[in-house]
């Protein structure tokens, strides 16, 4: 099945800064790929996706990238703000109906 | 427009015991899928449903069951509790073969002593 490891499991960076994310999956049938941010005692919220014929996709100050050949993709958050601070969790799926095969988690600390 | 709502919130059981939880999708969402996480990890997929039929399901053993009703709304049952079975329970909706996008509730924290 499907495999998905996220790095890294914490990040701590300063306000304004900018904060990457980044994972690799193992099945290249997956052509899915969403980011989750989990606040404490909340579900996770979709916050950017991404699909396989598509290399790059951009909302405000997040992004996300894909490489299809590396079986990677990465989130990129710019001048990050305290209320970044959420554990982000990436995920891959082969489509519609399928189910999500989730990475361990990054929780994220922005320092004011 | 109401999103995904899960109930209870919270729950605490012995071993043993039989738990029901359950959910309520997305307004126009037919596909409602269930998720384990552990304190500390990623979800875990359990089931999925669609049509009141259960369509996939990861590696859980047969005490985690559940349902699907004609109004898109769903259960998780897990019989005969562990306690490794403590953890945040996630239902997640979405629009069956349309689309992708899968939208989560707020859990439902077990806690089995």
């Known amino acids: 099945g499907e495999n998905v490891e996220q790095h890294p499991s914490t990040l701590s960076v300063q306000e304004g800064d900018s904060a990457v994310i980044k994972c690799t999956y193992s099945d290249s049938a997956s052509n899915y790929f969403p980011w989750y941010k989990q606040e404490l005692g909340k579900g996770p919220q979709l916050i950017i996706d991404?699909?396989?014929?598509?290399g790059e996709k951009k909302d405000q100050r997040i992004a996300v990238t894909l490489n299809k050949t590396a079986k990677h993709f990465s989130l990129h958050i710019t001048e990050t703000q305290p209320e970044d601070s959420a554990v982000y969790f990436c995920a891959a799926s082969k489509g519609a109906g399928n189910m999500l095969t989730f990475g361990g988690g990054t929780r994220l600390m922005v320092k004011p | 427009d109401a999103g995904v709502t899960q109930s209870p919130t919270h729950l605490i059981k012995t071993r043993g015991q039989q738990v029901t939880l359950r959910c309520s999708p997305k307004s126009g969402h037919d596909t409602v899928s269930w998720y384990q996480q552990a304190l500390g990890q990623g979800p875990q997929f359990i089931f999925q449903?669609?049509?009141?039929?259960?369509?996939q399901r990861g590696n859980f053993p047969d005490r985690f069951s559940g349902h699907q009703f004609p109004n898109y709304s769903s259960e998780l049952n897990v019989n005969a509790l562990l306690l490794g079975d403590s953890a945040l329970y996630l239902c997640?909706?979405?629009?069956?073969?349309?689309?992708?996008?899968?939208?989560f509730g707020p859990g439902t924290r077990l806690l089995v002593l």
């Open positions: 449903y669609y049509e009141e039929e259960e369509r």
């Open positions: 997640a909706s979405s629009p069956g073969t349309v689309q992708e996008t899968q939208y």
């Open positions: 991404i699909r396989s014929n598509v």
